[in-house]
């Protein structure tokens, strides 16, 4: 008989303890702020029917859906939260208040073709604020306050917002007289960071664009600045096109209210080559980029939509929202060596009896420190004295409480910094009070 193959399949990201550990506490992290922020959790099926799934997607994600008959129905994996959020809202309307804020932290899957950071099944961060017919601007400010908080919580050093609005990149094709290939140009105005310029400018000519189109279109998303001075540069450029007005207006609130929601713009910038998702965003957009670490690209990124659910509802519900893709966030941290986590264990603390005979007293002592809310842990194998030490070192565990037939009888335990090493004697009831850390 062929030995059974016990890899994970590729795609799949599975995590050593210590790792999990660290996987979790930036989950935790996510989720905390979102909440802090008044977004409700929400959760939906992981399977949908196959054609409200669909309705949406076409192409590329069509391909990539994991898609099964189970009887009579045809049915998929989602494939990411926004679809199913779609679905939730058409389904629930009349028993959600508007504006609806909601967070949901969970995995979708796509059947990509499994490669270094790509994953087929992998969490992703969303929130969302949802309005009924109309949505105010000053959510679109709202939202960079959340990543603020977020990433300044997380610790992965400077990072930088990148704010951007659909109808100024929109309204300035139209001022060039390439509404037709807008589609084209943004998308190789999305590549601009990852080609050279004149690679950049070749890929222009590729789609017939002339030089008086190219210089301008140059000259436009080469404009640099703190927040005033790129909103007065973009109004300088004296363009008449109401579309492109409109987004500056709205581009001058938003960071106007970032600046007073407390975003200091040392950690944002107007950035005018974000290009992102063309047939769905349609006025403010983001991008949040770790400044030591600008290979791992954006960390979090989003934008505000005029109409969530045609496909499911005739009410227009435009809304406003960001992802944060952690499963590839993480494992792009962990490869640049950013993340380190030495403990392998939720406990802080390991009661060992020093033989069977003390099994009794530990469990008694291992109960009480849990009651008093330390994650604790009870060592219940037997081995030696030697081979348990080791055990709590590789464990990364923090305290051992070793109680032998002395500790026992008398109540006074040795407590043993696995750090330094230091030994003391402490009453049962203090070492519950102390020891959490």
Same mark, same amino acid.
């Given at each position: 008989?062929?030995?059974?193959?016990?890899?994970?399949?590729?795609?799949?990201?599975?995590?050593?303890?210590e790792?999990?550990?660290?996987?979790?506490?930036?989950?935790?992290?996510?989720?905390?702020?979102? +909440?802090?922020f008044?977004?409700?959790?929400?959760?939906?099926?992981?399977?949908?029917?196959s054609?409200?799934?669909?309705?949406?997607?076409?192409?590329?994600?069509?391909?990539q859906?994991?898609?099964?008959?189970k009887?009579?129905?045809?049915?998929?994996?989602?494939?990411?939260?926004?679809?199913?959020?779609?679905?939730?809202?058409?389904?629930?309307?009349?028993?959600?208040?508007?504006?609806?804020?909601?967070?949901?932290?969970?995995?979708?899957?796509?059947?990509?073709?499994?490669?270094?950071?790509?994953?087929?099944?992998?969490?992703?961060?969303?929130?969302?604020?949802?309005?009924?017919?109309?949505?105010?601007?000053?959510?679109?400010?709202?939202?960079?306050?959340?990543i603020?908080?977020?990433?300044?919580?997380?610790?992965?050093?400077?990072?930088? !917002?990148?704010?951007?609005?659909?109808?100024?990149?929109?309204?300035?094709?139209?001022?060039?007289?390439?509404?037709?290939i807008?589609?084209?140009?943004?998308? !190789?105005?999305?590549k601009?960071?990852?080609?050279?310029?004149?690679e950049?400018?070749?890929?222009?000519?590729?789609?017939?664009l002339?030089?008086? +189109?190219?210089?301008?279109?140059?000259?436009?998303?080469?404009?640099r600045?703190?927040?005033?001075?790129?909103?007065?540069?973009?109004?300088?450029?004296n363009?008449?096109?109401?579309?492109?007005? !409109?987004?500056?207006?709205e581009?001058?609130?938003?960071?106007?209210l970032?600046?007073?929601?407390?975003i200091?713009?040392?950690?944002?910038?107007?950035?005018?080559?974000?290009?992102r998702g063309?047939?769905y965003?349609t006025?403010?957009?983001?991008?949040?980029?770790?400044?030591?670490y600008?290979k791992?690209?954006?960390?979090?990124s989003?934008?505000?939509?005029?109409d969530?659910?045609?496909?499911?509802t005739k009410?227009?519900?435009?809304?406003?929202?960001?992802?944060?893709?952690?499963?590839?966030?993480?494992? +792009?941290?962990?490869?640049?060596?950013?993340?380190?986590?030495?403990?392998?264990?939720?406990?802080?603390?390991?009661?060992?009896p020093?033989t069977?005979?003390? !099994?009794k007293?530990?469990?008694?002592?291992?109960?009480s420190?849990?009651?008093?809310?330390?994650?604790a842990?009870?060592?219940?194998?037997?081995?030696?004295?030697?081979k348990?030490?080791?055990?709590?070192?590789?464990?990364?565990?923090?305290?051992?409480?070793?109680?032998?037939?002395?500790?026992?009888?008398?109540?006074?335990?040795?407590? +043993?910094?696995?750090?330094?090493?230091?030994?003391?004697?402490?009453?049962?009831?203090?070492?519950?009070?102390?020891?959490?850390?």
């Amino acid at each position: 008989m062929s030995e059974i193959n016990t890899r994970a399949l590729p795609g799949f990201m599975e995590l050593l303890p210590e790792e999990q550990l660290e996987f979790n506490r930036i989950k935790q992290i996510i989720s905390t702020e979102y +909440q802090k922020f008044g977004f409700t959790p929400l959760d939906t099926p992981v399977i949908e029917r196959s054609e409200t799934l669909l309705a949406k997607a076409g192409g590329e994600t069509e391909k990539q859906i994991y898609r099964f008959k189970k009887g009579d129905n045809d049915l998929s994996l989602r494939f990411d939260l926004t679809v199913p959020l779609a679905r939730y809202v058409a389904q629930h309307f009349s028993d959600l208040t508007f504006p609806f804020k909601r967070c949901h932290i969970d995995k979708v899957y796509r059947g990509e073709s499994p490669q270094k950071g790509r994953f087929r099944e992998f969490y992703q961060c969303d929130i969302d604020v949802i309005g009924h017919n109309e949505l105010s601007l000053n959510y679109d400010a709202e939202i960079p306050g959340v990543i603020y908080s977020i990433f300044s919580k997380l610790n992965f050093g400077k990072f930088t !917002i990148k704010v951007n609005n659909r109808k100024v990149l929109t309204g300035v094709m139209e001022h060039l007289e390439l509404s037709d290939i807008t589609a084209d140009v943004l998308r !190789i105005i999305d590549k601009i960071d990852k080609i050279s310029r004149d690679e950049f400018i070749a890929e222009l000519e590729k789609i017939n664009l002339n030089k008086s +189109q190219i210089d301008s279109l140059m000259n436009f998303i080469g404009i640099r600045g703190n927040s005033v001075d790129v909103i007065k540069a973009l109004r300088d450029l004296n363009i008449t096109n109401q579309t492109f007005n !409109i987004g500056v207006d709205e581009l001058e609130k938003v960071t106007d209210l970032m600046k007073l929601m407390g975003i200091s713009e040392d950690y944002f910038v107007i950035d005018l080559s974000i290009a992102r998702g063309l047939d769905y965003y349609t006025g403010t957009i983001y991008e949040t980029n770790l400044d030591e670490y600008p290979k791992i690209g954006s960390v979090c990124s989003g934008g505000r939509y005029d109409d969530l659910a045609s496909f499911y509802t005739k009410e227009k519900l435009p809304g406003v929202g960001i992802s944060i893709g952690l499963t590839r966030l993480f494992y +792009q941290l962990n490869e640049a060596g950013i993340i380190t986590n030495n403990q392998k264990t939720v406990a802080n603390i390991l009661v060992m009896p020093l033989t069977d005979s003390q !099994i009794k007293t530990s469990i008694e002592v291992v109960k009480s420190i849990r009651e008093s809310g330390v994650d604790a842990d009870i060592l219940l194998q037997e081995m030696s004295m030697k081979k348990k030490f080791k055990y709590a070192d590789k464990k990364g565990i923090k305290y051992v409480v070793v109680i032998g037939e002395e500790e026992a009888k008398s109540g006074i335990l040795t407590v +043993q910094s696995m750090i330094t090493g230091d030994k003391s004697k402490i009453a049962t009831i203090i070492i519950i009070t102390n020891q959490g850390g």
